[in-house]
């Protein structure tokens, strides 16, 4: 748990974001996070982007920023939907999946030149094992396989449990801790395997979680913006399943 003396300032920093001075930011003290997520929902492929600012250092204790009256997000031509989360301002849009495979973003602001970032989507793929739905025991060997395969790139596996405080299930061997954050990066071949008795419990529990698979590209970021952020594209693909001893 963080020192609670962090908070106040914190709240300090939040409020300096939202007054009239963040006007007078520079691109050159701004950083910028895009995240463009590619996803399978039941209405078909659709692809999520968010885009956030920020100045200061974003490893330590950065300072939301957001938009000015004349100012503009734009992704991939379209203005962006301003959405105020907890810890900074998001401007999103979803688009279509098959609406092109490169995301542009390009933040206008009057007196500043219009900067501009894109990346290409990673390659789509297909879950092939396990099924969704799937009863798969803790104590035997499970075989993940997706298609198509991804030669020199890398993929990214995470375990998350669905309930249960995140304590049913324990991965503790670390070339196969898929309950870390982000869980493990594997060679993007098409098939990998989980040992027996990798996932573990202290006992006999059965548990709801799912396998989340996820690609990743990056894209150039903007040299005339602030450093400490990044352009990230990936495709996503959740499995659900029940974890047995």
């Not at 200061?56 to 962006?80: F, H, K, M, T, Y």
């Not at 035997?140 to 030669?151: G, M």
Request: charged share 30%.
């Amino acid at each position: 748990m963080r020192p609670l003396v962090l908070a106040f300032p914190l709240a300090t920093a939040l409020a300096s974001g939202c007054t009239p001075d963040r006007c007078k930011v520079g691109n050159d003290e701004l950083s910028m996070v895009v995240r463009a997520v590619d996803i399978l929902p039941e209405e078909g492929e659709e692809v999520r982007v968010g885009v956030d600012f920020a100045t200061g250092d974003r490893a330590r204790l950065p300072i939301p920023w957001r938009i000015c009256d004349g100012d503009r997000v734009l992704i991939n031509g379209q203005e962006a939907r301003e959405a105020q989360q907890e810890d900074r301002t998001e401007y999103a849009r979803t688009l279509d999946g098959e609406e092109g495979d490169v995301v542009t973003v390009e933040l206008e602001r009057a007196g500043e030149d219009v900067v501009v970032a894109s990346v290409q989507r990673p390659p789509r793929f297909t879950m092939l094992t396990p099924e969704p739905g799937a009863s798969i025991s803790r104590s035997e060997e499970l075989v993940l396989t997706w298609e198509p395969p991804n030669e020199g790139g890398e993929l990214q596996i995470e375990v998350q449990e669905e309930l249960g405080g995140g304590r049913c299930i324990v991965s503790e061997d670390p070339t196969h801790d898929y309950k870390g954050v982000g869980g493990i990066r594997v060679d993007d071949t098409g098939m990998w395997t989980i040992p027996a008795g990798t996932l573990t419990n202290d006992g006999d529990l059965r548990c709801d979680a799912r396998y989340v698979v996820s690609r990743f590209s990056r894209g150039d970021y903007p040299a005339e913006l602030a450093p400490g952020g990044f352009v990230e594209a990936q495709v996503l693909r959740i499995v659900l399943f029940e974890s047995t001893p």
